[in-house]
């Protein structure tokens, strides 16, 4: 049988490694920076929501759903985003007051990892 030995340093070094790949990997997720309008926000009806991600998104495996307040979809039209890290939609129609939600997917261009998530807005 054969037996490997490591210098004691080895192990202590082997451990950063691993916990730096750890990060990188963590990072590897679209992860929502900032959108327009904000969460948790009143405003007049949008003519344009913008999602704006950590990192470039797949806008052919990448959505947004904006949905009413009783919970219907509403028609909407993708729109150029203003990078890579962007997704930008239209409602078709101009929103009533309420509160709507937008649910989103973002898969990375990197890695194909999916991220997705909720938040509300009212428009006043």
């Known amino acids: 049988m054969l037996t490997l030995k490591f210098p004691a340093i080895a192990r202590p070094l082997a451990l950063i490694l691993a916990m730096l790949l750890g990060t990188a990997q963590a990072q590897a997720h ?13 405003v007049a009806a ?35 985003a203003k990078d890579a890290k962007s997704l930008s939609i239209m409602p078709n129609v101009a929103l009533a007051p309420g509160l709507y939600t937008i649910t989103w997917v973002a898969v990375a261009t990197d890695d194909g990892h999916k991220t997705t998530g909720t938040y509300t807005f009212t428009v006043k």
């Open 30 to 42: 679209a992860r929502l920076v900032s959108c327009d309008p904000a969460p948790n926000t009143t």
């Open 46 to 80: 949008p003519m344009l929501i913008q999602l704006h991600f950590s990192e470039d998104v797949a806008r052919k495996f990448s959505s947004i759903r904006l949905t009413n307040p009783g919970g219907a979809a509403i028609a909407i039209m993708a729109m150029d």
